[in-house]
């Protein structure tokens, strides 16, 4: 059976800590409700106890001894962890029924055989089935992250702007009028290029922006005074990881479907902001007169896959017609709001 990356959690994080002292307070609950059991409160409250001490005794055990687990070869870590717990049920239970009896309390079960074996045997049997369901849970989460990367890296591959092919000829045509144009449009046009090859690698939203500023000095340069741009993007912050080429599809769908389909052009609006952990970029564009052709919707739809796959549920992207013009909205969250 193949181990899955994760060979085991961390127990050392606060979720799978709660999560093992739910099962221990479950399996507690479920054991006062046998026909056997006493049914008086003192012994609900001692039962809950234990299993609460037990659970915090295995879990920082396994914390603490989960690097050396994961040395061990194949399945053996998960093997020794179930050891592990089972060795440490016996010898929690056999001391507090050891201090329970010298003390004299009678606190603990009279039998001392039954309860030290019998707390074993439920950290064993439960100790099992939690450790199974989070080797199918490691597996499962092994699929998902490579379908999820799969899908990421063929919608990285159809990032091959339309644009590239008509820059190339603005360059051309501006070699005889003016070599430097040609130049620095060549220039921003390499970056283009190596980040719509970048193989998926992360960026920084400051490498985003450069992007855009590159991307839109070339089409500056093809539309001339059609194409005005109101820039304005606040205090975002410039070390944001990010995917590549994510805001340019966005930038470029403004132009493409509204500024170059008017033949006065119109201003293209571009905002951010950033408030309450949440960085918002605006994209505004005027609507021509006639309709221009329907896209496929592969732009938006890339997009938000991808911000999909790297923020979750946290981010979002929002596109339609607001009045006169057609608003993009794309909403990603601040991890660091101090960061700058």
Request: positive net charge; hydrophobic residues 55%; glycine residues 8%.
């Amino acid at each position: 059976m193949r181990v899955p990356h994760r060979a085991l959690p961390a127990f050392c994080q606060s979720g799978e800590l709660l999560a093992l002292l739910a099962v221990a307070l479950l399996v507690a609950v479920v054991m006062q409700l046998a026909p056997a059991a006493d049914a008086h409160l003192r012994a609900w409250s001692l039962a809950l106890l234990f299993a609460a001490w037990l659970a915090a005794l295995l879990g920082v055990a396994l914390c603490k001894t989960r690097p050396l687990l994961l040395r061990l070869p194949g399945a053996w870590p998960w093997a020794g962890a179930w050891l592990l717990a089972v060795l440490l049920a016996l010898l929690a239970a056999w001391v507090v029924w050891s201090l329970d009896h010298a003390l004299g309390t009678g606190l603990a079960a009279a039998d001392g055989v039954r309860f030290v074996l019998g707390s074993a045997a439920a950290t064993a049997l439960v100790g099992a089935a939690l450790l199974r369901y989070l080797w199918v849970l490691g597996e499962w989460r092994e699929r998902r992250d490579a379908l999820a990367r799969a899908q990421l890296d063929a919608l990285q591959a159809r990032i091959r702007p339309h644009f590239l092919f008509n820059s190339l000829n603005t360059a051309l045509a501006l070699v005889p009028l003016d070599p430097a144009a040609a130049a620095r449009t060549l220039e921003n046009l390499s970056d283009l290029f190596r980040a719509a090859l970048d193989d998926g690698a992360t960026g920084t939203l400051g490498e985003e922006l450069d992007l855009v500023d590159g991307y839109l000095a070339i089409e500056q340069l093809r539309l001339g005074e059609r194409l005005r741009i109101e820039r304005d993007w606040g205090d975002l912050p410039c070390t944001l990881p990010l995917p590549r080429l994510l805001l340019q599809p966005l930038v470029e769908n403004a132009i493409v479907h509204g500024i170059a389909a008017r033949a006065e052009g119109g201003a293209l609006e571009l905002r951010g902001t950033r408030r309450g952990g949440v960085i918002e970029i605006r994209i505004v564009n005027p609507l021509p007169a006639t309709p221009a052709r329907a896209g496929t919707g592969h732009g938006l739809a890339n997009v938000r896959a991808r911000i999909g796959y790297h923020f979750g549920a946290r981010a979002s992207l929002q596109a339609g017609v607001v009045g006169a013009s057609w608003q993009t909205l794309l909403r990603l969250p601040d991890a660091d709001p101090d960061r700058r």
